[in-house]
């Protein structure tokens, strides 16, 4: 269960939590629940979270949208390296997906944004739905390593098409250890995509960002 804090001010809130846990004040995740403002007193209500919160409160938004959209669904969770894996198992798999996974991207953005609008924080959720994610990184990755020996054959650089941030992960470490070849993420949103180099070296893969 959530803790909950009340002070006259949400820095005296806070500190109220910090004691509570024994931390420091910025070491402490929360958001403002409530800000009650009367004629001479004033009540600020915070609520302090765990990555557990935030997990289970994607899961039930997920499925919230899934009765909306009348798409009978059932989301699992699971954590690994700081990302919320989350995977959708249901009867309107095509549906969830969407083509080419437009529909599987957005419903990733909205919960995205839903955990941040709840909790303040950026985390990095991915969602996949019947395996399709992981058929996705098979496919990826067979162009890529195909496109790499094109590159390294012709030294003509390439790009690729535009990818979530997972897949360009997927792209540069399956390029990794390409001998003559580095790639790299470039463009903004949307437009964001991988491209394969041809060097004289054989470097470390590059760093991606979301």
Partial sequence: KMKTFEGKTE??????????????????????????????????????YTLAD?????????????????LSIKATAT?????????ISSDYSPKVIGHNGETLRALNELTRSACFNKFGGHYRILLNCDNYKDEKYQRITRIAKRVASEVR????????DPMTSDERRVIHA?????????????????????????????PAASEEGN
């Fill in 79 to 87: 954590l690994s390296d700081d990302v919320i894996k989350i995977d």
């Fill in 11 to 48: 820095q005296e809130a806070l500190q109220l939590a910090a004691a509570d846990l024994g931390k420091k004040p910025e070491e402490i995740e929360y958001y403002v629940i409530s800000d009650v403002k009367k004629l001479f007193s004033r009540k600020v209500t915070i609520g302090i």
């Fill in 174 to 202: 399956a390029l990794a250890d390409e001998p003559y070849i580095t790639t790299e993420s470039v463009g903004v949103g949307r437009n964001r995509h991988v491209t394969i180099k041809k060097t004289t070296e054989k």
């Fill in 54 to 70: 935030v997990i289970e409160f994607a899961v039930n938004y997920l499925e919230t949208i899934g009765e909306m959209l009348e």
């Fill in 153 to 160: 054959r012709t030294g003509v650089t390439a790009e690729l």
